[in-house]
Each structure stands twice: as C-alpha cells, then as structure tokens.
C-alpha cells in the first residue's frame, strides 16, 4: 500500500511534466539540437515500453520485441522497423541485452518502496 500510494503522488507530479516534455521534445525536433531530440525520444520509447509493453524501464521497445519476437506485437514492431532499418530490433537487442542481464543481476527490477 504504501508503495502504491508513493507511486500516486509520483506520478501526479511527474505526469505534467512529461506533457510538458514531449511538447518541448516536438518544439526540439524541429528546430533544436540533435542529440537533445535523440535523448527524448529514447526516454519516451522506454516510458513505452515499461508502460504499454510490460518491459523493463531501461530497455527500448525494439530491443524487447526482439526478446519476445514470437509474440503478436512483438512481430508487428519488428516488421515495422524492418522498413525504415533492416535488422534493427535484432541489432538493439544485441546492444541491449547486456544491460537488461546486469539490471536484472543487481536487482534493479525489485520493490524499492516497503
């Protein structure tokens, strides 16, 4: 319980600031720097993922389809990649995987709240 309710209050502070992210992320990928658009949009593809995808918080969305590339969604996601990159999931996942093994190793995916 009292992690649910730490998450609340959270989320209730974060969920403004997030829309006020992805709208300052559209102003950036127009007209702002590169590497600032690139870093938003993987924060945002990781939200995704942990979200909408039951993954992990650290790993994008591509590289989780490739993990679960039997899974329905899992193909969509690969099939569409593969027409902007060939490849790019199974690529994402070989430069992932070694994070996601030592997030897991260290426990990083356990209760922190008790």
């Known amino acids: 319980m009292k992690e649910r309710f730490a ?6 502070a974060i969920v403004p600031m997030a829309i006020a992210g992805y709208l300052l992320l559209v102003i950036v990928g127009i007209a702002g720097s ?3 658009g ?3 949009v993987r924060a945002l593809d990781h939200f995704v ?19 679960a590339r039997e899974k329905r969604w899992a193909k969509v996601v690969i099939r569409v990649t593969d027409v902007f ?3 790019h999931c199974r690529r994402a996942n070989k430069r992932e995987q070694p994070l996601v093994d030592l997030m897991l190793a260290k426990g990083l995916h356990k209760q922190t709240i008790f």
């Open 38 to 40: 690139r870093a938003g």
């Open 34 to 36: 590169t590497a600032r």
């Open 7 to 12: 998450g609340f209050l959270l989320m209730s």
């Open 49 to 67: 993922n942990a979200t909408l995808f039951n993954g992990y918080a650290w790993e994008s969305v591509s590289s989780h389809a490739w993990r």
């Open 85 to 87: 990159q060939r490849g």
